[in-house]
Nanobody
Framework: QVHLVESGGGLVQAGGSLRLSCAASGGTFSLYGMGWFRQAPGQEREFVAAINWSGGSTYYADSVKGRFTISRDNVKNTVYLEMNSLKPEDTAVYYC??????????????????WGQGTQVTVSS
């Protein structure tokens, strides 16, 4: 069983930055594809960014491209989401997820096997 714990969320003004972390335990992290998703109140969970097992492939939602960066440290079993130039519309609960099947960077919620509990990001205008 893989356990994921997010941290780093908080309240920030528009234009500011945050760095989210997701620490994994209980599995072979270096083989997993990892993703970040977010969910705003009353909305469906949506894809933000994904990274493959090696860190060599990354994908981003159009809404965050150029502002967010996903990375991973397979020694520390941690995936990161660096968020810059934050906007009020980035406000949501952010979740990390692990795909143990293929290790690819995948965009679909349904592709992921394990999820963290989420961390709140609030961007004030």
């Amino acid at each position: 069983q893989v356990h994921l714990v997010e941290s780093g969320g908080g309240l920030v003004q528009a234009g500011g930055s945050l760095r989210l972390s997701c620490a994994a335990s209980g599995g072979t992290f270096s083989l997993y594809g990892m993703g970040w998703f977010r969910q705003a109140p009353g909305q469906e969970r949506e894809f933000v960014a994904a990274i493959n097992w090696s860190g060599g492939s990354t994908y981003y939602a159009d809404s965050v491209k150029g502002r967010f960066t996903i990375s991973r440290d397979n020694v520390k079993n941690t995936v990161y989401l660096e968020m810059n130039s934050l906007k009020p519309e980035d406000t949501a609960v952010y979740y990390c997820a692990a795909d143990r099947t293929l290790g690819f960077a995948r965009l679909s919620v349904d592709a992921y096997d394990y999820w963290g509990q989420g961390t709140q990001v609030t961007v004030s205008s």
